[in-house]
């Protein structure tokens, strides 16, 4: 149980363009899903928390504007990269929060590699 | 704001060896401090974690302790093996939301 997908698993798109990723807890309702970015030989870092039905909360230092995070069901969150650029080429994973259990256990997705060209 | 340092950042040891990665973290109010092993594109993968208010915890080779006073925990893996080489990072969460944060990682070589 506890199955996170995430797709694609990766990508490469044009400088300027937009691309969608998405993020589907597949055998349970997630209540929160949380985004992360990670850069090659780097940690995790959080770039936002997605509630269903309400907007994101941002880390500080991410541009709203760049990165829209859309969690429109208790199983999926989306988050488009708009108006990409080489410097957004990253790894990006997504987690989810289940609504019962363990309030801080988080599943983690497969991860989506983004390349920007 | 909340921060969780790591050390080291890289650890080699022979196989059969103990390693021991260390963290401290900011937030007094964290309570909640998973350890997570991740091989190269992969996702990270929950290997142990404690909750604060247990001290110690063990799953066979690998065991975890916390240290609420001083804001640190440890993650301890005896009898090394080849398979274990990987990064590892340590994580602390405390609030309501269940964010995590995380270390900067550990690059653990266990040499065969």
């Known amino acids: 149980g506890a199955v996170v997908s995430q797709h694609p698993s990766w990508v490469i798109c044009k400088s300027g363009t937009s691309v969608k990723i998405e993020c589907r807890s597949l055998?349970?309702?997630?209540?929160?899903m949380f985004w992360y970015r990670q850069f090659p030989k780097q940690s995790l870092m959080l770039m936002a928390t997605?509630?269903?039905?309400?907007?994101?909360?941002?880390e500080q230092g991410v541009e709203k504007d760049k990165f829209l995070i859309n969690h429109a069901s208790l199983t999926l969150s989306t988050l488009t990269v708009t108006s990409a650029h080489p410097e957004d080429s990253s790894f990006y994973i997504c987690?989810?929060?289940?609504?019962?259990?363990?309030?801080?256990?988080?599943?983690f997705g497969p991860g989506t590699r983004l390349t920007v060209t | 704001g909340e921060n969780v340092e790591q050390h080291p950042s890289t650890l080699s040891v022979q196989e059969g060896d103990s390693a021991v990665i260390k963290c401290t973290y900011s937030?007094?109010?964290?309570?909640?401090f998973p350890w997570y092993k991740q091989e190269l594109g992969k996702r990270p993968q929950l290997i142990i974690d404690?909750?604060?208010?247990?001290g110690e915890k063990k799953d066979q080779r690998i065991a975890v302790t916390l240290n609420k006073t001083a804001k640190h925990f440890s993650l301890h893996i005896t009898e090394t093996q080849p398979e274990d080489s990987a990064v590892y990072f340590c994580?602390?969460?405390?609030?309501?939301?269940?964010?995590?944060?995380f270390g900067q990682g550990t690059t653990l070589q266990v040499k065969p």
């Open positions: 997605s509630n269903e039905g309400s907007k994101a909360t941002y």
């Open positions: 994580a602390a969460s405390g609030s309501n939301t269940g964010k995590l944060i």
């Open positions: 055998d349970f309702q997630a209540t929160t």
């Open positions: 987690s989810a929060r289940g609504t019962g259990g363990f309030i801080y256990e988080q599943y």
């Open positions: 937030d007094s109010a964290s309570n909640y």
């Open positions: 404690i909750r604060s208010n247990v």
